[in-house]
């Protein structure tokens, strides 16, 4: 009785686990998957509390390249460098010693979801692939 109580134990962990095991993909951080053109279409902001996802209509673009540059359509940073390092992605500035650092919580081929590094608070920005 013993062992059958056992065997069926091991059985039901085993396939609870299998299941959930399945579901974990790797993000695929590499510079082909972020070469393109990013709208941002929603941000989760808050500085403090509770928030929700909030749409934005005709947002501001990101164009990756595939030889390191980007150009953005609006702000102080306009263009420069980018590089992927871990899970997170550094925006150097043309003429400038700026560096913008964001933590990619999400990467396929179709959206990334990045927020700032070191936000304290509900920061995450939504990014469509045009």
Not at 18 to 42: A, F
Not at 44 to 71: A, D, H, M, R, V
Not at 87 to 114: A, T
């Amino acid at each position: 009785m013993k062992k059958l109580l056992l065997f069926t134990l091991m059985l039901v962990i085993s396939i609870s686990c299998s299941k959930e095991d399945n579901n974990l993909k790797p993000l695929d951080l590499s510079v082909n998957n972020i070469t393109g053109t990013w709208q941002l279409t929603e941000t989760y902001l808050s500085p403090g509390g509770e928030t929700e996802w909030q749409e934005i209509e005709n947002g501001p673009t990101y164009n990756f390249k595939s030889n390191g540059s980007f150009t953005y359509s609006e702000g102080d940073c306009t263009s420069g460098n980018f590089e992927i390092l871990n899970e997170n992605l550094k925006l150097s500035c043309h003429g400038s010693s700026e560096v913008y650092s964001y933590f990619i919580h999400k990467l396929d081929s179709s959206q990334m979801e990045i927020s700032i590094v070191g936000c304290k608070e509900a920061c995450v920005y939504r990014y469509q692939k045009q």
